[in-house]
């Protein structure tokens, strides 16, 4: 159980902000499966002042479904950070997030994300601000650092939690890694073992497995799914059934995982409507057809598609070629546990 302020969340697992993926649909679609907590995608507090209206409208969206739900900020300036808060007022989120932890060159070349650890009193100072302003509780998510020779994630924490956050989420590499290299579990318990208030952990959470590992190498009270959601948000319904049995969940069949991509789609269309909707879609079909043998055509198709039909048609195709193939449900699917990314 991961509690943030007054929040309650039974299963531990929480759905990350994901960068042009975390988008209503893709949440609503996780919260079927058993997702209790989501976010947002990352908004930049810049855009929250200056940015189109509308195109924010889309990014903030949510239904009462769609709770509790958390927005991640991204910034550095302290008077646009103000502002931005003030521009939330309007919307009725349930947690904010400050995001220390972004690796991506575009964002830290302005001082953001993950360049902040390299100006602990600034971050620190961010972070009063944050939680004397914002009427939810405030959590930090960093990393461990910005390279190897600077490895700061207990300061910030400690920093952090002295400020008065609610919780800190960390991801055990450092900027320099990026999304590479091993997951430092050390620094996690490190950080976990100084702190009062909940951690949670990041990196690599693309399984039950690898979810079991993150909470029995750093003693961590919660863990954020980010890559291992994609197409997969079975991650949510499967992962408490396999910490609390330790016996593996069936992997969906296809007829599963096609109503899924049916639902998704639907979803999708509502929201963005029927092009941008099934444009949008496309890369939601390869998440979900990893791992299905024998899928490349399709899926070369489905990355044509511009229409809802036609997208339609895809999903039955798949159906269908398991069905000629006299396969049954389920069989020639392999989940893969590693190596999905965002990009």
């Not at 299963?11 to 042009?20: E, F, Q, R, V």
């Not at 239904?63 to 302290?78: C, H």
């Not at 639907?266 to 929201?271: R, S």
């Not at 990893?290 to 195709?317: P, V």
């Amino acid at each position: 159980m991961l509690k943030i302020g007054p929040i309650t969340i039974n299963s531990s697992c929480i759905l990350a902000p994901l960068a042009g993926v975390s988008d209503l649909p893709f949440r609503l679609i996780n919260r079927r499966f058993g997702c209790e907590f989501a976010f947002t995608e990352m908004v930049s507090t810049q855009a929250l002042i200056y940015e189109n209206k509308t195109t924010l409208h889309k990014m903030l969206a949510t239904e009462p479904l769609d709770r509790p739900l958390g927005i991640q900020l991204l910034g550095s300036n302290p008077d646009i950070i103000q502002k931005a808060l003030d521009t939330l007022h309007a919307y009725q989120f349930d947690v904010i997030d400050f995001n220390a932890a972004c690796p991506v060159a575009k964002v830290t070349a302005k001082g953001d994300g993950a360049w902040l650890l390299k100006e602990p009193q600034k971050l620190e100072t961010l972070m009063k601000l944050l939680v004397r302003t914002a009427a939810v509780p405030v959590t930090l998510k960093i990393r461990s650092g910005w390279d190897t020779n600077s490895v700061n994630a207990r300061d910030i924490a400690l920093r952090a939690e002295d400020a008065g956050i609610s919780a800190l989420c960390i991801h055990g590499r450092t900027q320099q890694q990026g999304y590479n290299g091993p997951v430092d579990y050390t620094i996690i318990r490190t950080v976990k073992e100084s702190l009062r208030i909940p951690v949670i952990a990041s990196g690599d959470n693309f399984s039950p497995v690898f979810i079991k590992k993150m909470f029995d190498e750093t003693g961590c009270d919660g863990v954020a799914i980010a890559r291992g959601a994609l197409g997969n948000p079975w991650i949510f319904r499967d992962t408490p059934a396999f910490l609390q049995s330790g016996t593996f969940v069936q992997r969906p069949g296809m007829n599963e995982i096609a109503d899924t991509m049916d639902s998704h789609l639907n979803l999708m269309i509502n929201f963005h409507g029927d092009h941008m909707g099934t444009l949008i879609f496309r890369k939601f079909f390869g998440w979900y057809c990893r791992g299905i043998h024998g899928i490349r055509d399709l899926k070369t198709k489905a990355f044509c598609s511009k229409t809802r039909e036609h997208m339609i048609e895809i999903i039955n195709e798949v159906r269908q070629m398991y069905r000629d193939l006299g396969l049954p449900d389920g069989a020639g699917c392999e989940m893969p546990i590693s190596g999905c990314r965002v990009c």
